[in-house]
């Protein structure tokens, strides 16, 4: 028999949830073939067989979570044709192990709560876990749910879940028919609990220019073929974003910093995250040492990362660390908006969508293509001037390419 382990899930990560099983009891599999996928608070994980024979039995079914080292599964090595018959008797086995689970929880539910009870439950948006019930046999009568209710305390102590959620009002019966209940994935409760510990600990704060980005697309149009052609990689423009980012942090350094309780930590490289939007929600990879990179390194990097975005194949590794955010909501067609820090970082700059405006310039009203930015910041760390500054820093080297080449 071999145990099929969780694989290694990364620093910081503990657990992780059985989101897919692709082979069931009984099946023959090949050594390094795909027996299921694992979901983490940041990638999905794909468990390979650690050799070929028969899958004997699935220990984390479907939906369970599973802590770093833990069993998934057996295997039986070897590929006798017999084996499959044989071996496939025990799996009504883990089908059969959960069962009672399920059956434990009405056995739970022998009390029949007051009627009284559930009316004012469901009018103070409180579950039955919420309220103790203080009636024969810890049946919930209308005078606990009034005390839960005007007891704010317990409320928090009793939601450790990864997700601070409001309790939701009551429903129509009719509405309630039409209704989809997902289960929110891993990924997306992590989005979810890190966007609100922001606003929660952050002193976020937003300042916001515009650019003109003619110099930048006349520079582009100009050499995206020979670009190409050397470097095998298109030109866009977010090369010209990460680079006048890492200009303006040499020169405003607060924005490239963090706090770690009463300390500001300094840093003297540019990891620079880079916001890529997937089917499972918005993840970050990061461009370690973007500062040291040329155009074409950047864009192929980019690249590279945002296929493995897309495809859930990204590591940890590539997603930590992170010292500077950018975030293009322009790609949706974003026009304006305010960015949530990524913690721990101090800044995140907000891209947007390219539309052409009219602006003076040298007293005439001319037509150019403008963009919004936007720079969220932490002002605990980051004051007002600095920020602003920043912002004009990154304005001034994409009006004019030509000052990231001579470090102006």
């Not at 879940?161 to 429903?171: L, N």
Request: charged share 25%.
């Amino acid at each position: 028999m071999t145990d099929v382990m969780v694989p290694a899930l990364g620093e910081s990560v503990s657990e992780a949830t059985v989101s897919t099983w692709f082979k069931k009891p009984g099946d023959f599999v090949k050594q390094d073939e795909m027996l299921c996928e694992l979901e983490t608070d940041k990638v999905s994980v794909e468990v390979p067989a650690p050799v070929s024979g028969i899958l004997t039995e699935i220990i984390a079914p479907e939906g369970a979570t599973v802590a770093a080292n833990a069993r998934l599964a057996i295997m039986t090595e070897g590929a006798a044709a017999p084996a499959p018959k044989a071996e496939a008797a025990p799996a009504p086995a883990p089908a059969a192990a959960p069962a009672p689970a399920p059956a434990a929880a009405p056995a739970a539910k022998d009390v029949e709560d007051a009627p009284a009870a559930k009316k004012a439950m469901a009018e103070a948006g409180l579950t039955r876990d919420q309220v103790t019930g203080t009636g024969r046999d810890g049946r919930v009568m209308k005078e606990d749910v009034a005390r839960a209710a005007a007891t704010p305390a317990p409320a928090p102590a009793a939601a450790p879940a990864p997700v601070a959620a409001i309790p939701r009002g009551p429903v129509a019966a009719d509405d309630a028919a039409r209704e989809e209940r997902v289960k929110m994935t891993r990924l997306r409760q992590t989005i979810a609990r890190r966007l609100k510990d922001a606003q929660n600990t952050a002193a976020m704060l937003t300042t916001y220019n515009e650019v003109d980005m003619s110099g930048i697309m006349e520079l582009r149009n100009t050499y995206k073929d020979a670009f190409e052609k050397k470097h095998g990689v298109k030109m866009g423009f977010m090369s010209f974003f990460v680079k006048a980012c890492t200009h303006a942090l040499k020169e405003i350094p607060e924005v490239n910093a963090e706090i770690d309780g009463t300390d500001v930590i300094y840093k003297n490289y540019v990891h620079m995250g880079v916001a890529v939007g997937t089917p499972s929600g918005l993840v970050v990879p990061v461009l370690r040492d973007a500062d040291q990179m040329g155009f074409a390194q950047i864009e192929k990097k980019i690249a590279e990362l945002g296929l493995r975005a897309r495809d859930g194949k990204l590591s940890m590794a590539e997603m930590q660390g992170g010292s500077f955010t950018i975030s293009n909501g322009g790609v949706y067609g974003s026009l304006m908006s305010s960015p949530i820090l990524n913690p721990p970082q101090s800044g995140i700059l907000g891209m947007h969508k390219i539309q052409d405006r009219p602006v003076v310039v040298n007293g005439q009203i001319v037509i150019r293509p403008m963009m919004y930015l936007a720079l969220s910041y932490d002002h605990r760390i980051v004051d007002g001037k600095g920020a602003v500054t920043f912002l004009v820093r990154v304005k001034e080297a994409l009006e004019d390419p030509r000052r990231l080449l001579m470090d102006l």
